[in-house]
């Protein structure tokens, strides 16, 4: 994980971070290690990444940028074409997360920065693995299902 602003990182919220990443990879079944590139910034370090990669003019939580286009609940048979042969890992993609975002979050839902930094990292982790919510329906339940499972798994849920 990087870091723009590591006066914004307690040891707590890296440690939730990187098991989110961890449980969220075992609870969809991904039977290979992986790389997943985290950038921990603040709403402005954001908006700059926002702006520049989506073209969009301003802050939000958490990005993703995912390395392969997968689909959600039909993971590959076959992972050798994925995996960096420099390192055997498989790169899934970048990520990231302002934690000054997450903190006001936090604060107007009433729970831990802990379980929102978590939140917005199974959220993530989730898009990398081909989820999305485009949609007001399905597609949204199901990626909501699968953050719930895994934010209980980690203990983090409400």
Not at 74 to 102: F, H, I, N, V
Not at 122 to 136: K, P, Q, R
Request: charged share 25%; net charge negative.
């Amino acid at each position: 994980m990087s870091f723009d602003r590591p006066e914004l990182v307690n040891p707590a919220v890296a440690r939730t971070i990187r098991q989110c990443i961890m449980q969220t990879l075992r609870a969809e079944g991904v039977p290979v290690p992986c790389e997943i590139n985290v950038r921990i910034t603040d709403d402005a370090g954001i908006h700059r990444i926002n702006r520049t990669m989506r073209h969009v003019d301003r802050p939000t939580d958490v990005l993703s940028f995912p390395m392969f286009p997968l689909t959600p609940e039909q993971l590959p048979k076959r992972w050798e074409p994925y995996l960096d042969p420099g390192t055997g890992l498989c790169p899934l993609g970048d990520m990231a997360l302002s934690l000054e975002r997450a903190k006001a979050q936090a604060a107007e839902y009433g729970h831990s920065l802990r379980r929102e930094a978590g939140y917005l990292t199974i959220h993530s982790m989730l898009h990398l693995l081909g989820y999305d919510h485009l949609d007001e329906g399905p597609e949204k339940a199901r990626m909501r299902a699968h953050e719930e499972r895994v934010l209980s798994d980690t203990g983090l849920s409400r």
